[in-house]
């Protein structure tokens, strides 16, 4: 072999990478990492951890209220952006500091730099030319901006965590995970939330009984939800703020517009054309099942591929590759009955196939549901009902998906996965007796 500055050299510091990294440190690979921000990536730094904590510091905004009925006296209620806004970015500064140390423990060399690629063995790294036997491209994606006028005057969720104060109003472009996820979090901090999708459907992929009834709740604690509202022009305000002019006749102002609007792979500017690594029409790094790209010795994993554009999902994808080239025992990971869970107020959760697609693909489905009222919001007066959903393989009567929304349903849902993934059947479930009173019982108490 010839003689390389590294066996392993990852470029990007978010989760993939790191967990890539210090495995195959771990092995005993001489591994260099290049991360030209942040190490963490967009998860630690400016994605699922800090816009989990503003998840759950929102929700105070209920649970103060309803604090009363359970005979709390609360008091003035004031609610302070930059209090919440300094110790999330700390507890960010925490985890990249864990993340760092983690690295340096397993003697991963950390670059600050960007790196580029001059051949297929050599990178030039801040200037500095550094040559690696393996090259693993785990840049992650960007915030997509969309193309009509004055789209610059829109944020993403880049900046979003670094808001001066808190918006009075805000209007957010797109209907996935980020847009449903910040408009709760604006909306129980007291802004005016206007949701603009450019179709007549949030939340593409998740059933559509669970996004119908979080549309209902969002709609009902007063967020406005305008469908088949493509962007046309975005103007700045005399105020300050932004006035949208949408393909429906809809003109709307609010002080902030946050786009939303999916992330496309970084893959712009790294050399990656110069040494032949394919992309695909998207721009994502083309990659075989065992994440190498066209280029024999380079490999990719997690958003860059554009394959499942999710944190655990890429972890799962860094550490197999590493343990498959260091390591002694090759592997792949296992993308059947991946479970995700979108953070709005109140969140959803899903393993497996919807509904539509169970019916789509399988000769025969039944499908068990709960509607129902936690006992918290029963006492609490709240009028918001959860509802879960199980689906069933008629055939064989295994569980092929499930899905809910409902307070803590992203917490219920890890451990049904475990059940869905298994393939155990709905009688299964039906034999296990139920923890009373819990949220979480209806899923086996469906009949
Ligand atoms: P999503 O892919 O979830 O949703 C993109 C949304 O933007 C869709 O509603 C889409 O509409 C709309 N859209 C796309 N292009 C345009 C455009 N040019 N103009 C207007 N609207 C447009 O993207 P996000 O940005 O919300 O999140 C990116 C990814 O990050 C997610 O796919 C997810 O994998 C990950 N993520 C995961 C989270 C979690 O696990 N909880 C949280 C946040 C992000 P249409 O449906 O019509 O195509």
């Not at 190498?292 to 997690?302: C, E, L």
């Not at 923890?435 to 469906?446: D, G, N, Q, R, S």
Request: some cysteine; hydrophobic content about 40%; aromatic content about 6%.
């Amino acid at each position: 072999m010839a003689d390389y500055d590294f066996d392993y050299f990852v470029i990007g510091g978010g989760s993939g990478g790191v967990r890539s990294a210090r495995i195959a440190a771990g092995h005993g690979a001489r591994v260099g990492l290049a991360e030209e921000h942040r190490v963490g990536g967009t998860c630690v730094i400016r994605g699922c951890v800090p816009k989990k904590l503003l998840v759950i510091g929102a929700h105070f905004a209920e649970d103060l209220v309803d604090a009363e009925r359970f005979g709390w006296t609360v008091g003035d209620k004031n609610f302070d952006w930059k209090t919440l806004q300094k110790n999330v970015l700390a507890e960010v500064e925490r985890i990249e500091g864990a993340y760092h140390n983690t690295l340096e423990n397993q003697d991963v060399k950390i670059f600050k730099a960007r790196a580029v690629l001059k051949d297929a063995h050599t990178l030039d790294v801040g200037g500095k030319t550094i040559t690696a036997d393996k090259i693993l491209i785990a840049t992650g994606a960007r915030p997509g901006t969309f193309p009509c006028e004055g789209s610059e005057l829109a944020i993403t969720s880049n900046e979003v965590f670094h808001l001066e104060k808190l918006p009075k109003s805000i209007i957010i472009a797109g209907g996935g995970y980020i847009a449903n996820e910040f408009a709760g979090i604006f909306n129980e901090l007291g802004a005016k939330v206007t949701l603009v999708q450019r179709s007549d459907k949030l939340l593409r992929g998740y059933d559509h009984s669970m996004v119908e009834r979080l549309m209902h709740i969002s709609t009902v604690k007063g967020i406005e939800i305008l469908y088949n509202a493509p962007f046309e022009k975005i103007e700045k305000t005399e105020g300050g703020g932004v006035k949208v002019s949408l393909g429906n006749g809809d003109v709307r102002e609010a002080d902030i517009l946050l786009a939303a609007i999916g992330r496309p792979p970084n893959t712009e500017n790294m050399g990656l054309e110069t040494v032949g690594v394919k992309l695909n029409d998207r721009g994502a790094v083309c990659i075989d099942e065992d994440f190498r790209t066209s280029v024999d010795n380079i490999y990719a994993v997690g958003d860059v591929t554009d394959n499942v554009q999710l944190t655990p999902v890429a972890i799962r994808e860094g550490h197999a590759l590493a343990d498959t080239l260091f390591g002694d025992e090759a592997w792949r990971p296992e993308y059947d009955c991946i479970p995700s869970a979108v953070f709005s107020h109140p969140p959803i959760a899903a393993v497996g196939m919807t509904e539509s697609e169970a019916r789509d693909q399988l000769g025969g489905v039944e499908v068990f549901t709960s509607d129902f009222r936690a006992m918290k919001n029963v006492l609490a007066n709240r009028n918001e009902r959860s509802l879960y959903k199980l689906i069933v393989d008629s055939a064989n009567g295994k569980l092929v998906g499930a899905h809910m929304i409902g307070p803590d349903a992203p917490e219920i849902m890890q451990s049904l996965a475990i059940a869905v993934k298994a393939g155990l059947t709905k009688k299964q479930v039906d034999a296990t007796i139920a923890i009373h009173p819990t949220m979480a019982e209806e899923l086996v108490l469906m009949r």
